[in-house]
């Protein structure tokens, strides 16, 4: 698949890059998508909530209320689930919830994601943008350029670029990460993908292997 490539203008240079079919041009693998997502979603989550139980509240366990001869039933702790106050009845506990996807299954749902925006129209692909300093109007102005400030947008750099990501971190729509940092759920919930020039290199080299 050829692509033109864009300036920060949106304009076209002139140039075309050529996108590795094996990388760009897949049949996409919807099952494989669903693992990868799934297990980035699960990675995400702390796994820190925990409530105290019966033996963890401070109460007394002194028998607050006679036997027998109240109408109601027995009982001997105000620890009880039952009373307010009380420990939680097998409440929630620390652990974790990663899980394991094979890396070939990672890289394939990587390459369908890719596949789906290419195929889509949803792939652009701009020479390296560079910022003297950080101002989030200067581009702004990019992203009306190439016509996508109503999208939500992922931005893939080669490297880190500090001014880029400070003039674009405050924008609700558009998120800004290296190559080595792009993963499929990021994909997925942009509408547009912008690859600058040097990224689409080092991406088609992680994923072919």
Same mark, same amino acid.
């Given at each position: 698949m050829n692509i033109d490539i864009l300036n920060s203008k949106g304009e076209k240079t @002139?140039? +075309?890059?050529?996108? $590795?079919?094996?990388?760009?041009?897949?049949?996409? &693998?919807e099952h494989v998508v669903y693992l990868a997502v799934k297990a980035y979603l699960a &990675?995400?989550?702390? @796994?820190?909530? *925990?409530t105290k139980e019966r033996n963890?509240?401070?109460?007394?366990?002194? *028998?607050? =209320?006679?036997? =027998? !001869?109240? !109408? !109601? $039933?027995? $009982? @001997? +702790?105000?620890?009880n689930p039952m009373f307010k106050g009380g420990g939680r009845a097998f409440g929630p506990r620390p652990h974790d919830y990663d899980l394991k996807v094979n890396r070939k299954v990672r890289l394939l749902a990587r390459r369908s994601a890719l596949s789906s925006k290419a195929m889509g129209g949803n792939l652009i692909v701009v020479e390296e943008i560079t910022m003297d300093k950080p101002r989030t109007k200067d581009f702004m102005a990019v992203l009306k350029?190439?016509?996508?400030?109503?999208? =939500?947008?992922l931005f893939v750099t080669s490297e880190a670029n500090t001014n880029l990501y400070l003039s674009g971190r405050n924008l609700q729509n558009t998120r800004l990460v290296r $190559?080595?940092?792009?993963?499929?759920?990021d994909i997925l919930r942009s509408q547009k993908l912008v690859l600058s020039e040097q990224s689409v290199e080092l991406i088609t080299k992680s994923l072919k292997n």
């Open positions: @002139g140039r +075309s890059i050529e996108l $590795a079919d094996e990388v760009f041009g897949i049949k996409p &693998n &990675n995400q989550r702390q @796994g820190t909530h *925990k963890e509240v401070w109460r007394t366990t002194k *028998k607050f =209320k006679k036997q =027998k !001869g109240t !109408g !109601g $039933a027995r $009982a @001997g +702790s105000l620890k350029n190439l016509q996508i400030d109503n999208n =939500k947008s $190559a080595q940092d792009l993963n499929t759920y």
